[in-house]
């Protein structure tokens, strides 16, 4: 029979709470601090026992939304692809779905709990009771000579490699700071405007994540033109055998030099060096696919007291994003505006 323990993070054993062969970023007591941080939600570390036999911890977060208290393990627009289960390879995540659920609605009185684990696979549900979405994303193998990986990169991407450096643009490591943050935000905004939208979140967001995660699991990358000026940058992230794409921006004026395809390659190489394996480029996007990448997908389970809250979820859901997109509407027409005025001086 399982049990469940409440652990306080500034009490868990670190030891026993990092030894698990598939720990990823996203349950480390880094990330922890850096979603309590920017969401204010909550963090919630319980330990499993089976009849007093350790099982492994289950991470997440208790907030409210629209009044209503939900258990997250993550949530949307969190920037954290999953979280779920760390346990010993003997059990099985989705036996402990339905128990943990009873204990986190008895304990925190929440109405709704969401969770995403990597390691649950959309087979394992198909028979049960469970409401899921698929959660898709693409993965690289970097575990590769720099011959091999071009071999499964489309010919487009190995060519605009290429012109970077012809072309004279220059890439370096960023120290993950306010100047940085603020750089990659402004290009955020234009690449956002230009499809009429603003940015999902704040450059706030960029800063706790710098002020949270240790540099070492951190890469900031400004790409420069020849004569010197900035023109994009990219933010990765990495723990344990596994990095992720972050975010990107740049300025579409200088695409010319083709900086998003180099910074990859960069952090690709990068990371390599560091004994990484994986890549997990964080969601499909044509320049992402140029790189050869395989795709994967894991569930996002859904359990609420009441059904109808899980339709209001994606209304929610849908509300924000047209918010977004009435909020860019003047931004868009701003850019227009900006760029005929530059032709007319011109």
């Given at each position: 029979?399982y049990?469940?323990e ?6 868990v054993?670190?030891?026993?709470y990092?030894?698990f062969?598939?720990?990823?970023l ?18 919630i570390?319980?330990?499993?026992t089976?009849n ?18 939900i258990?997250?393990s ?10 779920g289960?760390?346990i010993v ?6 036996t ?9 609605f008895?304990?925190?009185?929440c ?9 649950i ?5 198909k ?30 991407c ?24 603020t750089?990659y935000?402004?290009q955020?905004k ?17 800063l ?10 951190i890469l ?6 020849p ?9 990765f992230?990495?723990?344990n055998?596994?990095f ?5 921006a ?16 960069y ?19 044509p320049?992402?696919?140029k ?16 059904s109808?809250?899980?339709k ?9 994003w047209?918010?977004f ?13 900006t760029?005929?005025y530059?032709?007319?001086d011109?």
């Amino acid at each position: 029979m399982y049990s469940f323990e409440l652990i306080d993070i500034d009490k868990v054993n670190l030891e026993e709470y990092y030894q698990f062969g598939g720990k990823n970023l996203f349950t480390t007591v880094e990330w922890i601090n850096y979603i309590q941080i920017n969401q204010n939600a909550k963090p919630i570390i319980i330990r499993i026992t089976d009849n007093a036999n350790f099982v492994g911890y289950f991470t997440g977060f208790v907030f409210s939304k629209f009044g209503v208290k939900i258990f997250a393990s993550p949530f949307n627009g969190w920037t954290t692809g999953y979280m779920g289960f760390d346990i010993v390879d003997k059990y099985d995540r989705v036996t402990l779905i339905e128990p943990i659920a009873k204990f986190i609605f008895k304990t925190f009185k929440c109405l709704y709990i969401q969770i995403s684990d990597r390691f649950i696979e959309e087979e394992q549900l198909k028979n049960k009771k469970i409401k899921y979405i698929m959660s898709r994303s693409i993965e690289l193998n970097i575990n590769r000579t720099n011959d091999e990986l071009f071999k499964v990169f489309k010919t487009d991407c190995r060519n605009f490699i290429r012109q970077f450096e012809r072309r004279g643009a220059t890439i370096e490591i960023a120290k993950p700071d306010e100047q940085f943050a603020t750089e990659y935000y402004e290009q955020l905004k234009e690449v956002f405007a230009k499809q009429g939208l603003v940015p999902t979140y704040k450059v706030s967001k960029v800063l706790d994540l710098f002020n949270s995660l240790d540099s070492e699991h951190i890469l900031c990358l400004r790409a420069n033109e020849p004569k010197g000026q900035c023109i994009a940058t990219t933010i990765f992230v990495g723990y344990n055998e596994r990095f992720y794409f972050w975010g990107a921006a740049s300025f579409r004026e200088f695409q010319f030099y083709r900086p998003n395809e180099y910074m990859i390659w960069y952090a690709i190489k990068y990371f390599r060096g560091k004994g990484f394996k994986y890549f997990d480029m964080y969601g499909e996007r044509p320049y992402k696919n140029k790189f050869g990448p395989e795709k994967i997908s894991y569930p996002c389970i859904m359990i609420a007291r009441f059904s109808v809250l899980i339709k209001l979820r994606d209304l929610a859901k849908k509300m924000v994003w047209i918010g977004f997109k009435i909020k860019g509407i003047g931004r868009k027409k701003s850019v227009q505006q900006t760029k005929a005025y530059k032709k007319h001086d011109k």
